[in-house]
């Protein structure tokens, strides 16, 4: 059984272009489990190929996600030296999402794997599926699909970015393709155990201060169909948390009942992040971080603006309510 037919022909195209060269795979800023082990697993298989690739980041790969890299060779993005190597982008839905200096760097990318319904198709090649959960779900059925052997530590790299992508095989965009390939990847040697216990067993007690600190920030807006916590700026020091410590804050707003879409806005001297997170992708909320240059899923998105609390908050509070809005209007 093929997963993505409609990918073969350009990938057998990529993998030949790149005999003989440099590749460096690169993520995204903040990088999550998906970021982390698509670009882990592409490496590795580019290597494999006897691609002379290398993985770098604009920041460092988060505590908990470093079980994946392994021997993987990883540079942060001032590390790596300047050098002729061709540029592949994993889980970036445009080519800023690795930051301003990286695009410079990189101007023309040679490859973009991804499944971000905002993704604008900025590489060379793009290999960009909208109906897959995670980035390394696109890149598992592709290597399945080309007969390419990979190894345990590469298949465990896939198979915790899918994990982390659907929510621990909780959200809308887990299907039976889902199972399937995560099914081989633990047949190859991934195991489910190591990745629930090195993301979820390993909490920092900043984490749970922080988890504390944005609890009582809660508010509901438009009626209650939406929850906001703010993690005002200095929290991070005052308890010695980290910014990766925020990962699957939002989803605690999301789970309330009643709610249909979650928010945490951390607040920064002269800028703002959000992350927004939707109980479906019907609610297209990717549309309402493009409004404050931002993007992302249907159902899971973020923003990063300049401005204050004070002014952004009722600009978002507005865009949230015609969100709902427009969603309501639409037949059922």
Request: hydrophobic share 40%; aromatic share 8%.
């Amino acid at each position: 059984m093929n997963h993505y037919t409609k990918f073969a022909g350009r990938f057998a195209v990529l993998l030949h272009e790149l005999e003989g060269q440099k590749a460096v795979v690169i993520g995204h800023q903040r990088p999550d489990g998906d970021c982390i082990g698509s670009q882990v697993a592409l490496c590795r298989v580019l290597r494999s190929q006897g691609i002379d690739a290398v993985c770098m980041n604009p920041d460092p790969v988060p505590r908990r996600i470093k079980f994946l890299v392994r021997d993987t060779p990883f540079y942060l993005r001032d590390e790596l030296p300047p050098g002729d190597r061709m540029a592949i982008f994993t889980d970036c839905a445009d080519h800023g999402r690795a930051g301003e200096k990286v695009k410079a760097l990189y101007p023309n990318p040679q490859a973009c794997f991804d499944h971000h319904v905002s993704n604008v198709g900025f590489a060379a090649r793009n290999f960009v599926d909208t109906g897959s959960a995670a980035t390394a779900e696109v890149l598992a059925g592709l290597f399945i699909d080309a007969d390419i052997v990979f190894d345990a530590v590469t298949a465990q790299a896939l198979y915790t970015g899918i994990m982390t992508d659907t929510g621990q095989f909780r959200f809308s965009s887990t299907s039976y393709r889902v199972f399937r390939l995560c099914a081989e990847l633990v047949g190859r040697g991934a195991s489910p155990a190591l990745a629930g216990q090195e993301l979820f067993e390993r909490e920092s007690w900043g984490k749970l201060k922080l988890l504390e600190y944005y609890l009582g920030s809660l508010k509901l807006e438009c009626n209650g169909r939406v929850c906001i916590g703010v993690l005002r700026e200095g929290v991070f020091e005052k308890l010695g948390a980290t910014v990766e410590d925020t990962e699957g804050l939002v989803d605690y707003a999301r789970s309330i009942e009643g709610v249909e879409i979650g928010v945490l806005i951390e607040e920064r001297a002269g800028v703002v992040k959000a992350s927004l997170r939707a109980i479906h992708g019907s609610y297209r909320i990717d549309t309402v971080a493009s409004q404050f240059n931002g993007g992302g899923h249907a159902s899971a998105a973020g923003l990063n603006c300049p401005g204050t609390l004070g002014s952004f908050y009722p600009k978002l509070i507005e865009a949230l309510n015609r969100r709902l809005a427009e969603t309501d209007a639409k037949p059922q």
